[in-house]
């Protein structure tokens, strides 16, 4: 491993080029919005930050500004970091990195069974939030921003200013598959087109032909033609059918 700039978010820890220097990488795992790189000898824990990416290069091939990290790996590659605002951050830990204190006290997954009616629906009681702001919340669920919060909701029928205890146990359920189909149905396709989205090979999503309500303010509801409508929560833009959803 070469470090040329240890000050990220917080400092790359000492010594961490020799600690991995020989493993073997046994898997390559995601909590929420960390990577999780595990070897035998303990877990590399990785975040992007605002503006991180990783890459494959080919041994060789010379650092830009901003490459903060290499770890050389077998066959000729390097896997390099990239991140002009340094909010990113690595971590290593010898210990089990779900008690890591990152990761010990994070909500459920969305596509994991822990993520069911019946968890959002107990979790739902007593909220007044806006449906909405209490699904993008990461202590409820980690993961579902705001293009999939808005077109979860689409699809569950629910108006995205509904407060989070008036959801009934069937709209949690609907809502709990919606979140489920459209993280999967994105996923699939490669994610969404975001200004500085690019996937490992540097390509963009298109999952942005599939929306329904995001960023369609104005434009024909596709199930009922009524125009969509858009409004701030929490400082982000919420698109909904106001005929479709209630
Ligand atoms: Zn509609």
């Known amino acids: 491993m070469t470090v ?92 089990d990195p779900a008690l890591h204190p990152l990761l010990a006290r994070l909500a459920p997954e969305p596509l994991s069974d822990a993520f069911d009616p019946e968890y959002l629906y107990r979790a739902t009681r007593k909220r007044s939030v806006a449906i909405k702001q209490f699904i993008m919340n990461s202590q409820v669920v980690v993961g579902v921003g705001n293009i999939y919060a808005s077109e979860a909701l689409f699809r569950a029928r629910i108006s995205p200013r509904r407060a989070a205890r008036r959801i009934t146990r069937l709209q ?29 090979e540097g390509s963009p999503g298109y999952f942005r032909q599939e929306l329904f309500v995001y960023e369609r303010a104005g434009a024909a509801c596709r199930v009922c033609a009524t125009p969509i409508k858009q409004f701030t929560q929490g400082q982000r833009s919420t698109y909904w059918c106001s005929s479709c959803q209630h």
């Open 4 to 95: 040329r700039e240890r000050r990220l978010r917080w400092p790359i820890p000492a010594g961490l080029e020799s600690a991995i220097r020989g493993l073997v990488v046994r898997a390559v795992e995601r909590r929420a919005k960390y990577i999780l790189i595990r070897f035998d000898a303990g877990t590399l824990i990785l975040h992007l930050g605002m503006s991180g990416s990783l890459r494959l290069v080919k041994a060789g091939a010379l650092p830009r500004t901003h490459d903060h990290w290499d770890i050389r790996l077998e066959g000729g590659w390097i896997l390099r970091f990239h991140d002009p605002r340094r909010f990113g951050s690595l971590h290593w830990t010898r210990a």
């Open 172 to 200: 949690a359920a609907a809502l709990v598959s919606a979140i489920k189909a459209v993280l999967g149905a994105a996923i699939k396709i490669g994610g969404t087109t975001l200004r500085d989205y690019v996937n490992a």
